[in-house]
T-cell receptor, first 112, second 114 residues
Framework: ELKVEQNPLFLSMQEGKNYTIYCNYSTTSDRLYWYRQDPGKSLESLFVLLSNGAVKQEGRLMASLDTKARLSTLHITAAVHDLSATYFCAVDLNQAGTALIFGKGTTLSVSS | NAGVTQTPKFRVLKTGQSMTLLCAQDMNHEYMYWYRQDPGMGLRLIHYSVGEGTTAKGEVPDGYNVSRLKKQNFLLGLESAAPSQTSVYFC?????????????FGSGTRLTVV
């Protein structure tokens, strides 16, 4: 059974600070996805990581994937209030892009 | 281009009632999915479909049935609703062999079973 674990589940940050969200998964997979969800809204795709060592960056967010360690990280640089949201990582159930299994999410709150 | 459309957006059911949630996509995606989201649980996969006429069970399929009679539609049925099925339901779709794009999600259906 594929398990996807995120930590922390809640994160309160000050503006301007850096922090990292971790996503561990229990089975072999070379694809990992990060999504963002604002309160009461749907999910928005942030990053798709398709191989070991993949790194992607968008603004203040950077995601990386280590398939050997079964670990992905989402690094936040110099946080701003607009980054407040819930962030989910997800891994392929069938390693073929057919079904994603999600972590429980990390709720990020950025305050000044 | 509407993307993924879910109907209804809100619904209140009494225990034991049945209902069908409709998901429609206009992107010609082969794959479609139903998830439920509960506080502190993230999104859990209920059922999914890799093509017209085919469906498969996900993590939490009990109490739900699905059908994919047309490529653009994926229906989720609750035969006898229970309070434990109170949740927000999300439908999503994706392209065959294009896993580098991730999923497109609908806006969700908030279901309350009383």
């Amino acid at each position: 059974e594929l398990k996807v674990e995120q930590n922390p589940l809640f994160l309160s940050m000050q503006e301007g600070k850096n922090y990292t969200i971790y996503c561990n998964y229990s089975t072999t997979s070379d694809r990992l996805y990060w999504y963002r969800q604002d309160p009461g809204k749907s999910l928005e795709s942030l990053f798709v990581l398709l191989s070991n060592g993949a790194v992607k960056q968008e603004g203040r967010l950077m995601a990386s994937l280590d398939t050997k360690a079964r670990l992905s990280t989402l690094h936040i640089t110099a946080a701003v209030h607009d980054l407040s949201a819930t962030y989910f990582c997800a891994v392929d159930l069938n390693q073929a892009g057919t079904a994603l299994i999600f972590g429980k999410g990390t709720t990020l709150s950025v305050s000044s | 281009n509407a993307g993924v459309t879910q109907t209804p957006k809100f619904r209140v059911l009494k225990t034991g009632q049945s209902m069908t949630l409709l998901c429609a996509q206009d992107m010609n995606h082969e794959y479609m999915y139903w998830y439920r989201q509960d506080p502190g649980m993230g999104l859990r996969l209920i059922h999914y479909s890799v093509g017209e006429g085919t469906t498969a069970k996900g993590e939490v399929p009990d109490g739900y049935n699905v059908s994919r009679l047309k490529k653009q539609n994926f229906l989720l049925g609750l035969e006898s609703a229970a309070p434990s099925q109170t949740s927000v339901y999300f439908c999503a779709s994706s392209r065959l062999g294009q896993s580098n794009y991730g999923y497109t999600f609908g806006s969700g259906t908030r279901l309350t079973v009383v």
